[in-house]
């Protein structure tokens, strides 16, 4: 069998797998979270606060959107025409257009281009967010926290880039393989380095201070027989008022996160009723479910990459000899983010029901329908959530429940406990 008859064979077997895992482990049963509770809900909050949501999230829409738009256009300009290929090949003419210099300077430049274009609306975007009171850190603090993820693009950019490439001239019949390979141990490392190198360049933790609160949340960790080292608090308030609170890390470095924001907004009932809902996720693996797919994906990625780079309309559209040239980039790029955008609902599903399972595990473990609602209202509130937001938005892109469906279904599982 050629290298492209075993590719073939290893796309459909990384389907299969991806098709299987995600049958089994994400939890597709529908939660209960009636729509006449949810219209119940929704009524129950303030006209205002659901109003400034509303005016909020619409304020938010059109540089969204332009962004998204303007991102494919540019990625689909490099991909698709020579240009990107024209434009790698210049940033590798002052080192004689050696690979490497091909490879990471000229595939960052790719990179760079993109992320320029779209620098107006991410600019925009910060001026909504500090119009409406969101955003804390000002402008030189936004500058410093784009640079900051400008560089550990980079970084991490750089790395791949001159992995990939030295992999194809290793190997240049069965780079897809070892590529596969590789990009699935890039998104492992990723996911158990990422939060203990990367977080911190943003953000300062300190160990929640000693206290009821502290100790209730550990008991109820141990009670829930799931391991967490610690429960740790982030300087979020530096940069915004938003609420939130996350499970990060693998093993031996997972532990919770709660922003600042949180323990000074929210009561410590509601604190308790977010971390119960963070040990959801770290119950069921959902990291690690989450990684793994992330892994199958990115290696089946690859392989589709390589089967697609041998279609010949598609490499004179980019100008290019061959998928496995360092100018072909462009033409990878454009391909991955039509990709990521049609895979966007897909993603969002998927995660909508891991996090209504998480919602569940909170209600079940805390038996506090009560206190899980009333957060819910305030991280509506505090974050200017829509707590109903349209549809077509709902399927594209939301990677949560909406409140109102969240608060339903704490009502649901009162009526359930026949509170
Ligand atoms: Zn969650």
Known sequence: MTPRGWALLALAGLTVALVVLAALLIPWHRPPAPRADQLA???DLPAEQVAKGREFRAALRPGGYAALAVGLLIALALGLTPLGSRLVELVGRPFGGHWVAQAVLGGLAVMLVADLVTLPFAAWRQSVLTRYGLSTNGWSGWAVDLLKSYAVSAVIGAVALFGFYAVIRLAPRWWWAFGAAGAAVLVVLLSFVLPVLVEPVFNRFTPMEQGPLRTELMSMAARDGVPV?????????????????????????RR??????????????????????EL????????????LTGALGAAAAVVALYLLGSWGPLLRLAGV???????????????????GLVAAPVQALM???????????????????????SMQRRLGSVNLGDPDPPRWEYLYSASHPSTVERMAAARAYAREAGR
């Open 280 to 291: 959801g996720h770290a119950k069921d693996s959902d990291v690690a479910v989450g990684t």
């Open 351 to 373: 995660s909508r029901r891991v996090e209504a399972r998480a919602d569940a595990h909170a209600l079940a473990l805390t038996n506090d329908p009560e206190s899980f609602e």
């Open 256 to 277: 919770v996160v709660v922003y600042d924001t949180l323990l000074r907004e929210a009561t410590p009932a509601e604190v308790t009723a977010v971390v119960a809902h």
């Open 41 to 43: 809900a929704l009524g």
């Open 229 to 253: 080292r610690d429960v740790l608090v982030a300087d979020a308030s530096r940069r915004t008022r938003a609420v939130n609170a996350y499970v990060s890390g693998l093993g031996p470095t």
């Open 321 to 339: 000899d061959s998928v496995a040239q360092p100018a072909a980039f462009p033409l990878l790029v454009a391909l991955v983010t039509v990709a």
